[in-house]
């Protein structure tokens, strides 16, 4: 038996779930810098009079807080149906500390031993960690040279490997990959097992493309998911949410510890959704900066990828650690992917975009 030296157990010196041993844990890093273009948020503070009101609904609900929340936070769920639209109702609404704790939830309910969960990668590092987290085994499909993947691809992949859960991130991260309805649909059919559409940056895409919430009706096993982190300029307060079969919800129930959306977040995000034309109202102008980011790296002769999300994956950086380096020294703080050749960076206001052009086209 070896002793900690530094007054810190070593994980190999613990009991430690032997499927947890040889993990990495999420690690973007988070350095107090001028411009913090990393993690995908939005970069716009929540506006004056939304603030004032969400205050005053989280002063409400704390002289309450003696008490536990409302365990089926109905008037969330009634917000979150009325905001979707499509016909949506409050029972077919789920909610969680973030979708990251949504995603977990789904896996808990409808993966966990013995089962496998399946993505196309590159896509969002949380899906193998969650899966593995929960006890299943994770399954990587591949995707095109540009990131796409055609739907006799993608249902072939997903025949293949037969996965009880299959995540498709619909638009991509970290690509900004846009998917059709006809390749969802198509890994529906090709699959008997829960098919989660993560919709995280929905709002991002262009006004006329459908969501996949309008596949909803008939399909029991489909599963779209969303967050109040991006578009909505709330990452800090951890809200995400899902609309699904009402079965689904039920089975979510089973594994959601009991009260698990304090009465604050509740509050908060009730209010939020309250304005949401006004919480919204950044995302034009983001989008604005986005295409302004892809048209301007295409100038400096990277090879920015099409995306309908708030960030851009470009690739042409023969050294993108360097790069990296380069642009956090300057005061820019961006994401390595881990893709050879390639960074990405996230849509800020117009300042913070103009700050990260400018200190890229200075290395
Ligand atoms: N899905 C995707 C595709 C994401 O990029 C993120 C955040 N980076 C999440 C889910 C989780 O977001 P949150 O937990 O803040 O809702």
């Known amino acids: 038996m070896s002793s900690p030296t530094d007054g810190r157990a070593r994980l190999e010196d613990l009991p430690l779930r032997d499927d947890l041993r040889g993990l990495t844990p999420y690690g973007a890093p988070q350095a107090p810098l001028p411009v913090a273009l990393n993690v ?15 205050l005053d609904s989280i002063a409400l609900a704390l002289r309450e807080v003696n008490r536990y929340p409302d365990r089926e936070f109905t008037a969330l769920r009634e917000g979150f149906a009325d905001y979707l639209g499509h016909g949506l ?28 969960a399946f993505g196309f990668g590159p896509t969002y590092s949380m899906y193998p960690l969650l899966t593995r987290a929960t006890g299943a085994e994770y399954v990587a499909g591949v995707r095109d040279a540009d990131y796409t993947v055609s739907a006799d691809s993608a249902s072939a992949q997903v025949a293949d490997a037969d996965p009880d859960v299959t995540f498709l991130c619909a638009p ?54 969303r967050t109040m982190s991006k578009a909505f300029a709330f990452a800090g307060a951890r809200v995400g949410y899902l609309a699904a079969d009402p079965g689904v919800i039920d089975a979510l129930r089973l594994v959601r510890l009991p009260y698990h959306l304090s009465a604050l977040t509740q509050a908060a995000a009730t209010a939020a959704l309250r304005h949401a034309p006004t919480m919204l109202s950044m995302v034009d102008e983001i989008v604005a900066q986005r295409d302004r980011i892809s048209a301007t790296l295409d100038a400096l002769g990277y090879t920015p990828y099409e995306s309908w999300t708030n960030f851009v994956l470009f690739s042409g950086v023969d050294d993108p650690a360097a790069t990296w380096q380069g642009l956090y020294d300057r005061g820019v703080l961006i994401r390595d992917v881990g893709i050879a050749h390639s960074l990405r960076v996230t849509a800020g206001t117009a300042d913070e975009s103009t700050a990260f052009l400018e200190a890229l086209a200075s290395l």
């Open 40 to 54: 995908n948020e939005n970069t716009h503070p929540v506006p004056e009079e939304v603030a004032d009101d969400i």
């Open 172 to 225: 991509n991260n970290p690509t900004g990959t846009p998917m059709s309805l006809d390749v969802i649909d198509a890994v529906y059919e090709a699959s008997r097992g829960i098919v989660i559409v993560d919709e995280a940056y929905q709002e991002f895409a262009p006004r006329d493309e459908r969501s996949a919430l309008t596949l909803l009706p008939g399909r029991e096993r489909l599963v779209v998911s």
């Open 89 to 116: 109702d409050r029972d077919q609404i789920w909610a969680a500390n973030g979708s990251n704790e949504v995603l977990q939830h789904l896996l808990q309910a409808f993966g966990g031993p013995g089962r496998r």
